[in-house]
Protein backbone atom coordinates (compact mmCIF):
# COMPACT_ATOMS: atom_id res chain seq x y z
CA UNK A 1 0.00 0.00 0.00
CA UNK A 2 1.08 3.40 -0.78
CA UNK A 3 2.26 5.07 2.58
CA UNK A 4 4.55 8.05 2.68
CA UNK A 5 6.14 7.35 6.20
CA UNK A 6 9.73 7.25 5.32
CA UNK A 7 10.58 10.17 7.35
CA UNK A 8 12.02 10.08 10.79
CA UNK A 9 11.03 12.67 13.12
CA UNK A 10 13.94 12.42 15.48
CA UNK A 11 14.30 12.71 19.10
CA UNK A 12 11.34 14.45 19.66
CA UNK A 13 11.25 13.03 23.16
CA UNK A 14 14.46 14.99 24.33
CA UNK A 15 12.30 18.49 24.21
CA UNK A 16 10.94 18.81 27.37
CA UNK A 17 8.10 20.77 26.28
CA UNK A 18 7.07 18.36 23.86
CA UNK A 19 7.20 15.82 25.97
CA UNK A 20 5.27 17.23 28.98
CA UNK A 21 2.79 18.34 26.42
CA UNK A 22 2.59 15.05 24.94
CA UNK A 23 2.36 13.25 28.45
CA UNK A 24 -0.66 15.45 29.41
CA UNK A 25 -2.51 14.23 26.57
CA UNK A 26 -1.68 10.81 26.93
CA UNK A 27 -2.91 10.96 30.15
CA UNK A 28 -5.91 12.58 29.13
CA UNK A 29 -7.18 9.69 27.15
CA UNK A 30 -5.46 6.63 28.76
CA UNK A 31 -8.88 4.69 29.16
CA UNK A 32 -9.18 4.16 25.76
CA UNK A 33 -5.54 2.31 25.54
CA UNK A 34 -5.87 -1.34 26.47
CA UNK A 35 -2.72 -3.50 27.77
CA UNK A 36 -0.94 -4.06 24.98
CA UNK A 37 -0.38 -0.85 22.42
CA UNK A 38 0.80 -1.25 18.44
CA UNK A 39 1.93 2.33 17.70
CA UNK A 40 1.85 2.62 13.77
CA UNK A 41 4.28 5.00 12.22
CA UNK A 42 5.71 5.23 15.71
CA UNK A 43 8.69 7.55 14.55
CA UNK A 44 10.47 7.73 17.63
CA UNK A 45 9.88 6.35 20.98
CA UNK A 46 8.14 8.88 23.17
CA UNK A 47 4.59 7.73 22.59
CA UNK A 48 5.31 4.30 23.83
CA UNK A 49 7.56 5.31 26.64
CA UNK A 50 4.54 7.44 28.14
CA UNK A 51 2.40 3.98 27.97
CA UNK A 52 4.64 2.22 29.04
CA UNK A 53 6.45 3.71 31.65
CA UNK A 54 3.98 5.53 32.94
CA UNK A 55 0.81 3.64 32.91
CA UNK A 56 1.85 0.13 32.72
CA UNK A 57 0.75 -0.44 29.16
CA UNK A 58 3.12 -2.77 27.04
CA UNK A 59 3.98 -1.57 23.29
CA UNK A 60 5.49 -2.26 20.12
CA UNK A 61 5.97 -0.28 16.72
CA UNK A 62 5.37 -0.61 12.99
CA UNK A 63 7.84 2.13 11.67
CA UNK A 64 9.08 2.10 7.65
CA UNK A 65 12.33 3.83 8.25
CA UNK A 66 15.58 1.75 9.36
CA UNK A 67 16.96 4.38 11.52
CA UNK A 68 13.99 4.99 13.67
CA UNK A 69 13.25 1.71 13.79
CA UNK A 70 16.41 0.96 15.24
CA UNK A 71 15.90 3.90 17.83
CA UNK A 72 12.73 1.93 18.81
CA UNK A 73 14.45 -1.50 18.91
CA UNK A 74 17.56 0.23 21.36
CA UNK A 75 14.26 1.50 23.69
CA UNK A 76 13.36 -2.01 24.16
CA UNK A 77 10.96 -2.26 22.07
CA UNK A 78 9.44 -4.93 19.15
CA UNK A 79 9.29 -3.34 15.93
CA UNK A 80 7.84 -4.57 12.36
CA UNK A 81 8.85 -2.77 9.30
CA UNK A 82 5.50 -3.30 8.01
CA UNK A 83 1.87 -3.50 8.68
CA UNK A 84 2.25 -6.70 6.91
CA UNK A 85 4.94 -8.01 9.18
CA UNK A 86 2.84 -7.77 11.79
CA UNK A 87 2.03 -11.11 13.32
CA UNK A 88 -0.68 -10.69 16.34
CA UNK A 89 -3.03 -8.75 17.47
CA UNK A 90 -3.04 -5.83 20.30
CA UNK A 91 -5.75 -4.22 22.44
CA UNK A 92 -5.00 -0.82 20.87
CA UNK A 93 -3.76 0.16 17.60
CA UNK A 94 -2.05 3.87 17.94
CA UNK A 95 -1.00 6.30 15.34
CA UNK A 96 -0.30 10.22 15.25
CA UNK A 97 -0.37 11.88 12.73
CA UNK A 98 0.04 9.06 10.02
CA UNK A 99 -3.26 8.62 8.21
CA UNK A 100 -2.55 12.14 6.66
CA UNK A 101 0.76 10.22 4.71
CA UNK A 102 -1.74 7.39 3.39
CA UNK A 103 -3.02 7.57 -0.23
CA UNK A 104 -6.59 7.78 -0.60
CA UNK A 105 -5.93 4.84 -3.38
CA UNK A 106 -4.46 2.92 -0.22
CA UNK A 107 -6.95 3.83 2.85
CA UNK A 108 -9.54 0.55 2.39
CA UNK A 109 -6.48 -1.73 2.63
CA UNK A 110 -4.41 0.28 5.11
CA UNK A 111 -7.77 0.56 7.26
CA UNK A 112 -8.63 -2.75 6.90
CA UNK A 113 -5.25 -4.21 7.90
CA UNK A 114 -5.70 -2.05 10.75
CA UNK A 115 -8.95 -3.66 11.76
CA UNK A 116 -7.41 -7.04 11.65
CA UNK A 117 -4.05 -6.18 14.14
CA UNK A 118 -7.43 -5.19 16.89
CA UNK A 119 -8.48 -8.00 19.23
CA UNK A 120 -12.05 -8.17 19.68
CA UNK A 121 -13.11 -5.46 22.08
CA UNK A 122 -9.66 -3.35 21.15
CA UNK A 123 -9.56 0.14 20.09
CA UNK A 124 -8.10 2.20 16.83
CA UNK A 125 -7.05 5.22 18.33
CA UNK A 126 -6.28 7.68 16.03
CA UNK A 127 -4.72 11.41 16.17
CA UNK A 128 -5.48 13.47 13.06
CA UNK A 129 -4.57 17.18 11.85
CA UNK A 130 -7.36 18.84 10.41
CA UNK A 131 -6.20 22.15 10.50
CA UNK A 132 -5.22 24.38 6.85
CA UNK A 133 -1.51 24.11 8.20
CA UNK A 134 -1.90 20.55 6.86
CA UNK A 135 -1.05 21.64 3.51
CA UNK A 136 2.21 22.89 4.15
CA UNK A 137 4.04 19.77 4.21
CA UNK A 138 4.00 18.02 0.88
CA UNK A 139 4.09 14.59 1.94
CA UNK A 140 0.67 14.95 3.22
CA UNK A 141 -1.96 13.10 0.62
CA UNK A 142 -5.34 14.68 2.26
CA UNK A 143 -7.33 15.62 5.58
CA UNK A 144 -9.05 12.66 6.84
CA UNK A 145 -12.22 14.47 8.81
CA UNK A 146 -14.52 13.28 11.68
CA UNK A 147 -16.69 12.39 8.67
CA UNK A 148 -14.08 10.01 6.64
CA UNK A 149 -12.65 8.51 9.53
CA UNK A 150 -16.25 7.97 10.92
CA UNK A 151 -17.02 6.53 7.21
CA UNK A 152 -13.73 3.85 7.85
CA UNK A 153 -15.00 2.96 11.09
CA UNK A 154 -18.68 1.95 9.79
CA UNK A 155 -16.91 0.15 6.90
CA UNK A 156 -14.72 -1.88 8.99
CA UNK A 157 -17.34 -2.76 11.67
CA UNK A 158 -15.47 -0.44 14.53
CA UNK A 159 -18.31 1.74 16.89
CA UNK A 160 -17.13 4.93 17.45
CA UNK A 161 -16.25 5.71 21.33
CA UNK A 162 -14.96 9.25 20.81
CA UNK A 163 -14.50 12.30 18.60
CA UNK A 164 -13.16 15.42 19.99
CA UNK A 165 -10.81 18.07 18.57
CA UNK A 166 -7.56 18.97 20.21
CA UNK A 167 -5.06 22.20 19.47
CA UNK A 168 -1.40 20.98 18.91
CA UNK A 169 1.55 22.04 21.32
CA UNK A 170 3.70 23.02 18.24
CA UNK A 171 2.10 26.27 16.34
CA UNK A 172 0.80 27.70 19.57
CA UNK A 173 4.48 26.91 21.78
CA UNK A 174 6.02 29.13 18.77
CA UNK A 175 4.17 31.99 20.29
CA UNK A 176 5.09 31.36 23.55
CA UNK A 177 9.01 31.09 22.67
CA UNK A 178 8.64 34.35 20.77
CA UNK A 179 7.45 35.43 24.05
CA UNK A 180 10.10 34.65 25.99
CA UNK A 181 8.22 32.62 28.37
CA UNK A 182 7.76 29.02 26.65
CA UNK A 183 9.44 27.15 29.84
CA UNK A 184 8.20 29.18 32.40
CA UNK A 185 4.46 27.64 30.74
CA UNK A 186 5.19 24.27 30.54
CA UNK A 187 7.15 23.83 33.58
CA UNK A 188 4.61 25.35 36.01
CA UNK A 189 2.00 22.93 37.32
CA UNK A 190 -0.67 25.86 37.26
CA UNK A 191 0.28 27.46 33.92
CA UNK A 192 0.40 24.56 31.71
CA UNK A 193 -2.97 22.99 32.39
CA UNK A 194 -4.51 26.25 31.79
CA UNK A 195 -2.54 26.49 28.51
CA UNK A 196 -3.11 23.07 27.05
CA UNK A 197 -6.41 23.86 27.43
CA UNK A 198 -6.88 27.32 25.60
CA UNK A 199 -4.65 25.32 23.06
CA UNK A 200 -7.49 23.09 22.12
CA UNK A 201 -9.37 25.55 20.66
CA UNK A 202 -7.86 25.80 17.69
CA UNK A 203 -9.02 22.39 16.54
CA UNK A 204 -5.94 21.15 14.70
CA UNK A 205 -5.77 17.94 15.72
CA UNK A 206 -9.22 14.97 15.62
CA UNK A 207 -8.32 12.42 18.04
CA UNK A 208 -11.18 9.30 17.17
CA UNK A 209 -11.61 6.45 19.22
CA UNK A 210 -13.39 3.45 17.38
CA UNK A 211 -13.85 -0.17 19.44
CA UNK A 212 -14.02 -3.63 17.44
CA UNK A 213 -16.74 -5.64 18.72
CA UNK A 214 -16.47 -8.70 20.59
Given at each position: MEMNLSYYRGRSAEDPCYARYEAHRI????RYFGEEILDVGAGDP??????????????AAMEVNPVARKALEEAGYMTYPSLEAVDRQFDTVFFAHVIEHVSPGSIYDFFARITALIKPGGTCFIISPVSKWFWDTPDHYRIYDRAAIRALFRDNGLKEELAVYQGSQHVA?????????????FRSDVLFPAYFR?????RRDLIMVGRKPQ
Open positions: QTFIIHLDLLSHDHGRRGARVLRTLGIRERVLSNYS
